[in-house]
């Protein structure tokens, strides 16, 4: 009943850049902390960069100076903008929420999209 989808991802040559966005859709109460985690093949999910409903950022070494987390709270929708981009930032980007839903307990808790592929190319 809540859903986080993800879109943007693709392939790109190294240097290039890519906007990812994400939307959370459903039955909404209120949404805390968003953000983008990354799994490239054979390694642990990582963190990316978050972002507070206040606007505060945190970012990973690896992003920083080169990637930019955004919100739009009154559409649902985290983006993350990287430039610079090199083939090491290959991985699936997903996208991470701290949702409260309208139903239920009332709960807030961590949902996950499905993923969206981003391939540097070198």
């Known amino acids: 009943q809540v859903q986080l989808v993800e879109s943007g991802g693709g392939l790109v040559q190294a240097g290039g850049s890519l906007r990812l966005s994400c939307v959370a859709s459903?039955?909404?109460?209120?949404?805390?902390?968003m953000g983008w985690y990354r799994q490239a093949p054979g390694k642990q999910r990582e963190l990316v960069a978050t972002i507070t409903s206040g606007g505060s950022t945190n970012y990973a070494d690896s992003a920083k100076g080169r990637f930019t987390i955004s919100r739009d709270n009154a559409k649902n929708t985290v983006y993350l903008q990287m430039n610079s981009l090199k083939p090491e930032d290959t991985a699936v980007y997903y996208c991470?929420?701290?949702?409260?839903?309208?139903?239920?307990?009332?709960?807030?808790?961590?949902?996950w999209g499905h993923g969206t592929q981003v391939t540097v190319s070198s």
């Open positions: 459903g039955s909404i109460l209120s949404i805390n902390t």
């Open positions: 991470n929420s701290d949702i409260r839903p309208s139903y239920g307990l009332r709960n807030i808790r961590a949902y």
